[in-house]
């Protein structure tokens, strides 16, 4: 499909985003969802004891297979220009981050709340865990791995934020001790194409950008094109 017709299909897939409150509600609503999930399974898994040795397996386990399982959603987000149907006002939304990498200054509270509502594919995912919980014969330490995943997916969203607005010191500290997504990592992700997708940490970066390269075609001459003609309402 021509260029001419992806902007203009972004156009209309951000006016109706912006017209419709259903989808401001809807993020809420998922940030609900997936964070009432978080606290239930952190209490199940409570009742369980491990040991700290392989509760600190499943949490170094679960900090790789975050970093890898968000970056590959990612990756398939910013390449995605399926802007005609129902969720294609979500889609479209989420690419404006590249045209303005910056987010509104908040609370680390609020932006664990707003940005897990972005996280859709969050809700089956913790839903799913759920139902393995329930599961007798499901090892202890994989329960913990999942639930971990599944809390870190949303500590993600804020190690992202933390990247592009913070400054701190604090940050800055963690980061260089592999907790949080060093800025100069994710620096790659808006300066080259197609690669820096994992944002909690960065450390599983080499194998999604070895994914990227095989199966996408990259996103600054494509997804990134599509919001060239779209004026923000604040810019107006």
């Known amino acids: 499909m021509d260029l001419e017709t992806k902007q203009k299909q972004f156009n209309s897939a951000m006016e109706l985003y912006e017209g419709r409150r259903i989808y401001k509600v809807f993020g809420w609503f998922v940030a609900a969802a997936n964070i009432s999930l978080q606290v239930f399974l952190l209490f199940r898994v409570l009742e369980l004891s491990i040991g700290p040795a392989r509760q600190l397996a499943a949490l170094a386990a679960a900090y790789l297979l975050t970093d890898f399982l968000n ?3 990612h990756l398939h987000m910013d390449n995605n220009d399926n802007y ?10 989420f690419h404006l981050h590249h045209k303005t990498p910056r987010y509104l200054d908040r609370g680390l ?3 664990y709340f707003l940005e897990t509502g972005s996280k859709v594919w969050l809700v089956p995912f913790l839903g799913a865990i759920v139902w393995l919980s329930y599961l007798p014969a499901l090892n202890p330490v994989l329960l913990y791995t999942l639930v971990y995943t599944g809390i870190l997916s949303s500590v993600a969203e804020v190690s992202h934020y933390l990247a592009h607005n913070s400054l701190s010191p604090a940050a800055a500290f963690l980061a260089r ?7 100069r990592r994710h620096a790659r992700h808006h300066i080259e194409d197609n690669a820096g997708y994992t944002f909690l940490n960065g450390f599983t970066d080499p194998l999604v950008d070895l994914i990227a390269r095989k199966y996408y075609t990259g996103y600054k001459n494509g997804t990134d094109l599509h919001y060239s003609r779209y004026i923000t309402p604040a810019a107006r």
């Open 177 to 183: 001790a592999g907790l949080l997504l060093p800025k």
């Open 71 to 73: 970056g590959l959603v």
């Open 84 to 93: 005609g149907w129902l969720g294609g006002p979500l889609i479209a939304n």
């Open 109 to 111: 509270a609020a932006v």
